[in-house]
Every structure is written in structure tokens, then in C-alpha cells.
């Protein structure tokens, strides 16, 4: 069942109520949680109600969103209806969830993450180094133009928002020669073939979270707690309290250009981290290997070398969109 923003249906039978964006991808995200939740408590699809929330980030398409408050403004309002009751959980793309929440709620699952690599999409050209000089690569991500313009400080980087059917579109409108979008978004829209090339992660590291999907719901609703918890993802879970905690010392509101990823692999884990400034030219990056269980400790220790290194005017200087 579905329902539209602000119309909350709630027959008896509905075991519970997601909370998430409008947008294709974000539908499709809440619906894979929707089906996974079914399978795993044997209930039918159809128990499991989806109400589409538009957030102050949706709505707002003609500026960086820093400038209108930070990448919260895609979860502020979802968050607001899953503390009135409206909705049982609401459903995310970690990377676009601030790294500090309300006292009330907590990320309780994350489902297993899709591959987290950035895709090049261009009409012209085969990849990133096969541009021509002065290029226009349409971004809205501070992290993907920071990292283009290390690789390519020819190129020229320009805003472009709007979810990834309307990036695509405005590419081919030719508003832009090349953009970058998330691999896992488009995995799950079915959209993989539009990736032109798929960067590695060596070279282009991801932005904190991104392939993952969170699940938020209140910390004190065991029921629905209970019912998440059986389709967490234990691995992803490690993977993202190591990057949160990084992010979460450098910049909570994702206003500098951070990446951040971490490998879970049986009970090791291996994380980077990289923070660069918006024109490219200043760059830090670090590594950090350790037992799972310090993943978290792990995230803050890169955190703080990094802080260290760039010093507290590379943070005051260097602000502007989210990753």
C-alpha cells in the first residue's frame, strides 16, 4: 500500500509503515526493504505501507544545498513524521544521512550494501582522462568535483542537482559533457548501462555510506527494532560505524570534501579516508587496519590524523555542498 505525502493510511492489518522520498531511487530502496521485510517475517507485501514524504531537499533545486542547511534537508522532514508516530521507520542512502540524529531515533539496520563506486557518464567521451580541456562535468557532490579537479584541473565543474533520471536527462540535453552518479543507484533503477566507465575505488574514493541503505526507526519502538533486525546486514553495519565515525569528527554536516570507505573482510577490517579542498590542489588521505570490533575507534583515529595534518583553517576555509 501507498500513499501520498501527508496521507497516511493505516488500516489495521499494516504491520508497519516506511517513511522515504518520492524520487525512483528512493522508492526502490524502499521497496526492496518492503520485500525484504516480508520474506523475512512471512507476511504479504501489501502489510507493509509506504507514505512518500517530500523533503526541504527535494524541493529546493536551484542552489547547493549547503547553502540552504546541509544534506539533513533529505531526511529532516522523514524524521519529523517517524518522532510524531506517522511512520514506524524511514528508509535512507546513508550518505545522505547527517552523522548526528535525533536523540530519539538510531540507524537499526543496514540492508548489505551494493557496490560503492562512482560511475563516469559522458556522450563524449570514454572516461575522465579522455575529456578535452575545459570540459563541463555536472555535479552536485563538493567530493566528486574536488576529486575531478585533482585528476583534471582543466575541466570545469558545475551544480547539477535533481535526482539521477533528471541528471541524465540534462546530460543529454547537453547542459553538461560528463557527470558522475553513484553505481548502486544505478543498479537498483536498472540504469547500469548508462555508466559510460566505473572508477575503482583507489582512484576515486567514495563518498561515507554511499551504496548503502539505512533503515531509522525509534529507539524505543522494540517492536519494529525486532522486526529490522532480521534483515540487517552485520557486515555493513561495521563498515558504516567505521565511516560515520570518521566523517562525524571531520564534518557532521558534509560540508568539506570527504571520502571514506571501509572493507570488512571476516574479522578484519581496512578503511581510507581522504579529505581535499573544493579547488583540488590540497589533499590528506589516510588507512587504518584493525579487528572489526574497532571499527568505530578505528574511523575516529583517521579522523583526528587527518584534522591534525590539514590543521583547523583547512576546515574553516574549505566549505560548501555535501559529498
Known sequence: MQSSEGQSSRPADVLVTIGTRGSPLALAQANDVRARLARAHGVDAGRIAIRVIRTSGDAIQDRALAEAGGKGLFTKEIEEALLAGGIDLAVHSSKDVPTFLPDATWLSAFLPREDPRDAFISPKAASLAELPVGAVVGTASLRRQAMVLRARPDLRVEVMRGNVETRLRKLAEGEADATLLALAGL??????????????????????????????????????????????????????????AFLGLLDGSCRTPIGGHCRVIGERIHFRGLIVSPD????????????????????????????????????????????
Do not use: C
Open 187 to 244: 543498479r537498483r533503477l536498472g540504469l547500469e548501462d548508462k555508466a559510460t566507465g566505473i572508477f575503482s575505488i583507489d582512484e576515486f574514493l567514495p563518498a561515507v555510506g554511499q551504496g548503502a541503505i539505512a533503515i531509522e526507526s525509534r529507539r524505543d519502538d522494540d517492536r519494529v527494532n525486532a522486526l529490522v533486525a532480521a534483515i540487517a546486514d552485520p557486515d555493513t553495519d561495521v563498515a558504516l560505524s567505521a565511516e560515520r
Open 280 to 323: 583540488g590542489r590540497e589533499a590528506f588521505e589516510t588507512t587504518r587496519e584493525g579487528a572489526r570490533t574497532d571499527a568505530a575507534a578505528l574511523g575516529v583515529d583517521a579522523a583526528r590524523e587527518l584534522r591534525a595534518r590539514a590543521g583547523e583553517k583547512f576546515f574553516t576555509l574549505f566549505s560548501g555542498a555535501g559529498n
